[in-house]
Every structure is written in structure tokens, then in C-alpha cells.
């Protein structure tokens, strides 16, 4: 008797959890099918104008078009984008709220000691929108002509090697420590507040090298004041066909950025589908592909679980390369 009883309660309670599955199940797709029902929030670490703030300004327009909903753009451009993280974290998983972050999202996680969040496990990744190069450039009087004479300069010069960034923490920075590490030299980093006094000073010969963002420094090689020796993506580009990668000199090189739209963790799955399917469709669309070349880039877009495994990659990546190659980060 009190074995049929258990049996009972057991089956009682596996039907009561069954209906609390099934309830939840139905309010998530009825919520997927009311998406959008308000208007939706776009935070971007980054003040108004440039790359990040005029991305999230393309993608709100075109998902205030499509879903008759206003898409908002909420500039939080402070501490290197950890509030507009923080504040996107905090935030309710129900696709309101959608964060338009790029590779610093990563990179200040591998660089700083202590985050209020984790850079991918308190997120939703939807998708990856865009992904660009870095430009390896010398001054125009360099010596070396060509990627295999830079490498074989930096290796052999018995002159102090210095290189320029944006500053630090940026892709620059680590790319000039990932050559310095992947290639055993000695060279002191120099950080500039932005990559226009960077390119001036390199101009000036204050320097020896640059991973500078493409558009900016490929208007100074074309107009011969510096020399272009290599992209830093994994392969030639189709844009710069003639331009080598540093991974045929440097097999692994790669120092990319890029630029992807996330939201809190835990966005059920039918509103990450929405957001998700509509996101890809842009990036993917003439305007938008027009749109990233004009500034040097390339339209990426991949799904949810792909973009998720990219940053969880990009993470481990530049932590090891923090850590190996001992930089400073004050």
C-alpha cells in the first residue's frame, strides 16, 4: 500500500512538473510571437560617432523599419565599455535590451584583474556582424620592403625596437605583443591616446612599428608617407590581394577585430531566433556589406552557439598572450 502511494506522489509530481515544462514552453513562444511589443534598447560602449555607435544606429534603423517597433541606441561610453556590459548584464533577458559590443568587450577581460561579470558566460552571444584587420606598418624609409625583411630586421637589429598603439589594451597593443612573443625580440611599447597621434608619430619616424586599424593607416600608405608589410588576419585579404599575412611568415598569427550584438544570459530561445534571424538577414544585405567595407571591414555573420565559441576563443587566446609575454597594463 505505501508503495503504490510513493508511486503516486512520484507520478503526481512528474505530471505537475511536466505541465509547469509545458507552460513555460507555451509563454516562451507566445512571448517570441508578441516580440516586439515596446521599444527595444541598443547599448553601445562607446560614445556618439564612430565604428560601434553607427553600427548600432544602422541595425536599430532596420529593426525599427522591419518591426514597427523603436530601436533605440543608448551610448554608454565609459571604463573601456565595462558599464554599458555591466548595465546590459543587469538587465532583464527578454530582447529589450541588446548590447552592440566589439573585441574590447574581450580584451578587457584578459587585461584587467577584476570584472563585474564574465565576458561570455553573462551574455547571450546572437551574432558576429563584422570582422577586420589590422595593418602592420613602418615608416617609409624602413629598411625592410617586405614581410620576410621585417622579420628578419626585428630579429637581427642590435637597435632598441620600439611600437606604437592606440593605446593600451588595444588591438595594436597585443598584436605587437604577439609578434614580440611569437618571434622572441625585445621591443618596448609605446601607447598613444588614439590611433591619429600614433600614425603622426610613425609618420615622424619616432618609432619602428604599428598594427593600426586598416582604413586610417592604408590612406597614409597610399599616399607614400608609411609602408604597408603585412595584414594581420589569418590569410591575404581579397581587398589586399598583394598585401602577405604575418601567419606565412608566422603560421598562427591572427589578431582580428570585430564587431557582434549580444544580450543578457538566458534569453529564451524563441526571442534569440527573432533577434537572431533578423540580425543576420541585415548583415548580410548590399547595404550593410557596402556599409563595413567603407571602414575597412568585412560582413560576418554566424549563429548564436558559433559567435559564443569565437569570444570563448578570443578570451583564451589573448589571456595566454597577456600572461606569456609579461606586458604591463596599468
Not at 166 to 186: C, F, N, R
Not at 200 to 220: K, P
Amino acid at each position: 500500500m505505501a508503495t503504490r502511494l510513493s508511486y503516486s506522489i512520484i507520478i503526481c509530481a512528474l505530471l505537475s512538473a511536466c505541465g509547469v515544462l509545458a507552460a513555460t514552453v507555451a509563454a516562451s513562444a507566445a512571448a517570441a510571437d508578441n516580440y516586439p511589443s515596446r521599444p527595444i534598447r541598443i547599448l553601445t560602449p562607446a560614445q556618439p560617432g564612430g565604428t560601434t555607435d553607427y553600427l548600432a544606429r544602422l541595425l536599430a534603423a532596420r529593426l525599427t523599419e522591419v518591426w514597427k517597433q523603436q530601436a533605440v541606441v543608448d551610448n554608454r561610453g565609459s571604463a573601456s565599455g565595462v558599464n554599458a556590459a555591466e548595465i546590459t548584464k543587469n538587465a532583464a533577458a527578454d530582447g529589450y535590451t541588446l548590447f552592440l559590443l566589439y573585441h574590447q568587450h574581450i580584451i578587457n577581460a584578459a587585461i584587467l584583474p577584476a570584472l563585474p561579470y564574465h565576458p561570455v558566460n553573462d551574455f547571450t552571444p546572437i551574432s558576429q556582424m563584422t570582422e577586420a584587420s589590422t595593418l602592420l606598418i613602418v615608416n617609409a624609409s624602413h629598411p625592410a620592403k617586405s614581410l620576410k625583411e621585417f622579420v628578419e630586421w626585428s630579429k637581427a637589429t642590435k637597435e632598441p625596437i620600439n611600437f606604437g598603439s592606440a593605446g593600451i589594451g588595444s588591438g595594436g597593443h597585443l598584436g605587437g605583443e604577439l609578434y614580440k612573443m611569437m618571434t622572441g625580440i625585445k621591443a618596448q611599447h609605446i601607447p598613444y591616446k588614439g590611433t591619429g597621434p600614433a600614425i603622426i608619430d610613425l609618420i615622424a619616424g619616432q618609432y619602428h612599428f604599428n598594427f593600426a586599424g586598416l582604413a586610417t593607416s592604408l590612406v597614409q600608405v597610399r599616399a607614400g608617407k608609411l609602408r604597408a608589410i603585412a595584414v594581420s588576419a589569418p590569410r591575404r585579404l581579397q581587398s589586399l590581394p598583394d598585401i602577405p599575412a604575418v601567419a606565412e611568415a608566422l603560421p598562427g598569427f591572427e589578431v582580428v577585430g570585430w564587431y557582434g550584438l549580444a544580450a543578457p544570459a538566458h534569453l529564451p530561445k524563441p526571442v534569440l531566433a527573432k533577434i537572431h534571424a533578423e540580425t543576420a538577414a541585415y548583415v548580410k544585405s548590399p547595404e550593410f556589406v557596402k556599409r563595413a567595407s567603407a571602414d575597412g571591414a568585412e560582413a560576418v555573420s554566424n549563429d548564436p552557439e558559433t559567435f559564443r565559441q569565437f569570444m570563448l576563443a578570443d578570451l583564451k587566446k589573448w589571456a595566454e598572450v597577456v600572461k606569456r609575454s609579461g606586458a604591463r597594463f596599468n
